[in-house]
């Protein structure tokens, strides 16, 4: 007897439990390079690496091109971690509090409406950005990774929110684990080269094109965060 396939959408889905398992079965490649690209648009979306740029200029701007590099770098390294420490501990603080996980998809799936609103209409707000008093202390600060660069603007509420909520699905798959933190590095690095090439990206962009893009991105948001909340409503209401 072979052990029963786990649910849908979880990486270990794809694998074959037939006693051929194997060969690769039809699609199996095409469903992993489609999950795997709807988690990297995901992050790419909550992130929003683009956006960062004015920010990140604007806190930099005045110093020199080695201090631009050293908050860059520390920046995207105190948010790994972030994410890292998030990763691990978050699904276990979930079962804690005693929230299920079709609880927490609703929950988070409003939570991503929310910033997808936001987006939309290029608002800011605590949830993808650092609030006015917050961008007024961080003028005067001369270390900007971590607070606000690392914290709330990359590994924010939002982003934060989007790992759990991926994770969760996966029901604890180390394999899984692994996959979405390096989707989660991959957009970290994106990230990071942005943040480097900076003084090129607002000469291009501009603080207008950062809004126009984000806009789009926004539309693409609120998608998937009505699709969380009805695939979490679904499963409450079966269950």
Do not use: C
Request: hydrophobic share 55%; charged share 15%.
């Amino acid at each position: 007897m072979y052990p029963r396939p786990p649910a849908e959408g979880s990486f270990d889905s794809f694998i074959d439990y037939s006693p051929d398992r194997g060969k690769p079965g039809p699609g199996v490649l095409h469903r992993m390079i489609e999950q795997l690209l709807k988690i990297f648009v995901l992050f790419f979306v909550v992130i929003e690496p683009l956006s960062l740029v004015p920010m990140f200029g604007a806190l930099t701007r005045g110093g020199e091109q080695g201090y631009r590099r050293r908050m860059a770098f520390k920046s995207i390294a105190v948010s790994a971690a972030i994410f890292v420490i998030f990763a691990i501990a978050g699904e276990w603080l979930l079962r804690a509090l005693g929230v299920s996980v079709n609880a927490f998809k609703i929950a988070g799936g409003l939570l991503l409406f929310l910033l997808a609103v936001d987006m939309v209409f290029a608002r800011q707000s605590g949830l993808r950005s650092a609030t006015v008093r917050e961008q007024d202390e961080a003028r005067y600060r001369e270390d900007v990774s971590v607070f606000p660069m690392a914290f709330p603007l990359i590994a924010g509420p939002g982003a934060l929110a989007t790992l759990l909520l991926v994770l969760v699905e996966q029901e604890g798959d180390p394999l899984m684990l692994a996959i979405v933190l390096g989707v989660v590095f991959a957009v970290l690095a994106l990230t990071l080269v942005l943040l480097l090439m900076t003084p090129l990206v607002m000469r291009v962009m501009g603080t207008t094109g950062a809004n126009v893009t984000s806009r789009l991105l926004g539309v693409v948001l609120s998608a998937l965060a009505v699709q969380y909340v009805v695939d979490g409503i679904q499963a409450v209401m079966v269950a």
